[in-house]
């Protein structure tokens, strides 16, 4: 059975940069391919990075494109977010998502994922 654990949200002045970070467990990290999506009250749950099982090919949203890294480390279980130059509508809770496949392809609708970790809040005072 896959577990997500993220860690790493909090709360950071606009400008301010925050790393989060996702623990898989259960099964074979490197057969799963990776999203970060992020949701807040009245929205739809949109995707923020993703990363194929080799993290040879990611993906950005354009609010994030460019301020936002997402990275692996298959060797370690883990799948990293790295948010600089956070803005006031970075606010939402985080969620890390795998889906199961080795693609070249980075999925971005959150009904693509099979599992999903519990999120952690990122707070961005302005």
């Known amino acids: 059975q896959v577990r997500l654990v993220e860690s790493g949200g909090g709360k950071v002045q606009s400008g301010g940069s925050l790393r989060l970070s996702c623990a898989l467990s259960?099964?074979?990290?490197?057969?799963?391919?990776m999203g970060w999506f992020r949701q807040t009250p009245g929205k739809e749950r949109e995707i923020v990075a993703g990363?194929?099982?080799?993290?040879?090919?990611?993906l950005y949203s354009d609010s994030v494109k460019g301020r936002f890294i997402v990275s692996r480390d298959n060797a370690a279980n883990t799948v990293s977010l790295l948010m600089d130059d956070l803005k006031f509508e970075d606010t939402a809770i985080y969620l890390c998502a795998a889906r199961y496949a080795r693609s070249t392809v980075v999925n971005t609708r959150d009904n693509e994922y099979q599992h999903w970790g519990q999120g952690t809040q990122v707070t961005v005072s302005s």
């Open positions: 990363i194929t099982w080799s993290g040879r090919i990611v």
């Open positions: 259960g099964r074979t990290f490197s057969d799963y391919a």
